[in-house]
């Protein structure tokens, strides 16, 4: 089975400094890759995705992902970041030809932005 | 349009009590799911279905049970509560693909004392 190490656990930032949050898989094969957000008291939502195709992929609210394969990485980056994007991140891969009974999540990162 | 409904929102239970948490979903979809959530450990997938009548086990099963009798709803049965339980649940559906991405809901904190 799939792991993902989400090295970060707690991410402190000042508004407009920029995030890179790391996400690795345990081993290689064809994945998706997803990346949820789960702002406080909330569920979580989806932010960005990749299946196939150019490795860098644009979510919602400004953020991005590349996916490098070499290196079995999907880190979510922002070029700058907001008060409002104070939230937990969790990674998530399955591989492809998967049920979703086997979609694993990484153990999230708490991102405190202080205005 | 409602998305993925739990019930409730808060439980305390004593250890040896049973309840359900109810999950239902208005999306027509096919995959339900349920996970635990702990400080530090992420999610963990308890029990999954991919359409009525067809479940099986996640992660971390012991001590809870389902069902899917119905598209629509996914209840979580603790037999006998723990306080190994308490977490904060979520019920997810997807149409079931694999590039299918979660919908979830709004969560369920469960306390055992």
């Known amino acids: 089975a799939q792991s993902v190490s989400q090295h970060n656990h707690h991410v402190i930032l000042s508004e407009a400094a920029s995030l890179e949050l790391g996400c690795n898989y345990s081993y290689g094969g064809t994945v998706n890759l997803f990346w949820y957000v789960q702002y406080p008291g909330q569920h979580l939502q989806l932010l960005l995705k990749?299946?196939?195709?150019?490795?860098l992929v644009k979510g919602i609210k400004g953020f991005e992902a590349e996916f490098i394969k070499s290196k079995f990485s999907f880190n979510l980056r922002k070029p700058s970041v907001q008060w409002s994007d104070t939230a937990e991140y969790f990674c998530a891969v399955i591989d492809r030809g998967s049920t979703l009974g086997r979609l694993y999540f990484g153990r999230g990162t708490q991102l405190t932005v202080w205005p | 349009n409602a998305g993925v409904t739990q019930t409730p929102k808060f439980q305390v239970l004593k250890t040896g009590q049973s309840m359900t948490l109810q999950c239902a979903q208005d999306m027509n979809h096919e995959y339900m799911s349920w996970y635990r959530q702990d400080p530090g450990m992420g999610l963990r997938l308890i029990h999954y279905s991919v359409g009525a009548g067809i479940t099986d086990q996640g992660e971390v099963p012991n001590g809870y049970n389902v069902s899917r009798s119905t598209t629509e709803d996914f209840p979580l049965r603790l037999l006998s509560a723990a306080p190994s339980q308490t977490s904060v649940y979520f019920c997810?559906?997807?149409?079931?693909?694999?590039?299918?991405?979660?919908?979830f809901g709004n969560g369920t904190r469960l306390t055992v004392t």
């Open positions: 997810a559906s997807s149409y079931g693909q694999e590039d299918s991405p979660l919908h």
């Open positions: 990749y299946f196939s195709g150019d490795p």
